[in-house]
T-cell receptor
């Protein structure tokens, strides 16, 4: 079953706080896990991504934590800002076999940062 | 370096009609994938084209078809439109065969079927 489960569906965080979004997957063929940020009326924009050979990746205020044994990964947004208000999608893709490089997306988390 | 561009941005069709959506891939990218995003949902994979051939297909009926041209631009065609086809159609480009997993999306074409 090529499914990625994402939670929560919506999240409200105060400015300056930490936003945390969680995802879980089943398919062990997945070997690349990106997060996309999408603003209303726009296409998804690649935010940060991780491969399963590392447990954490940090880029600025954004951190991915990865637990290979539990098949879970999460996005942490530190010092959350109103401009971070958007819908966030986790995704997974298997890159080892060309022709199977399709992203499987989670259902999305609508993040709202309040002042 | 130009990004992924899609046209038209918005269009309205009636049930039973046909539609063609267009995509220009990011400079240097030879692979184009199409996704359908229904309102409030994550994008769903439709199909992928590499060097003008279909290279993978999701769970969509044959009335969804596509083309890729020698310049790597692509078209998505949908025949016999149904109300449930109303969605944002996203094109993503990538460099095929590099096993990077990196896909870059356009802004999408918003299709409304009445």
């Amino acid at each position: 079953q090529q499914q990625v489960k994402q939670s929560p569906q919506s999240l409200i965080v105060q400015k300056g706080g930490i936003s945390i979004i969680n995802c879980a997957y089943e398919n062990t063929a997945f070997d690349y896990f990106p997060w996309y940020q999408q603003f209303p009326g726009k296409g998804p924009a690649l935010l940060i991504a991780i491969r399963p050979d590392v447990s954490e990746k940090k880029e600025g205020r954004f951190t991915i934590s990865f637990n290979k044994s539990a098949k879970q990964f999460s996005l942490h947004i530190m010092d959350s800002q109103p401009g971070d208000s958007a819908t966030y999608f986790c995704a997974a893709i298997g890159t080892r076999f060309f022709g199977n490089e399709k992203l499987t997306f989670g259902t999305g988390t609508r993040l709202t940062i309040i002042p | 370096e130009t990004g992924v561009t899609q046209s038209p941005t918005h269009l309205i069709k009636t049930r039973g009609q046909q539609v063609t959506l267009r995509c220009s891939s990011q400079s240097g990218h030879n692979t184009v994938s199409w996704y359908q995003q229904a309102l409030g949902q994550g994008p769903q994979f439709i199909f992928q084209y590499y060097r003008e051939e279909e290279n993978g297909r999701g769970n969509f009926p044959p009335r969804f078809s596509g083309l890729q041209f020698p310049n790597y631009s692509s078209e998505l065609n949908v025949n016999a439109l149904e109300l449930d086809d109303s969605a944002l159609y996203l094109c993503a480009s990538s460099l095929g065969g590099q096993h990077t997993g990196e896909l870059f999306f356009g802004e999408g074409s918003r299709l409304t079927v009445l």
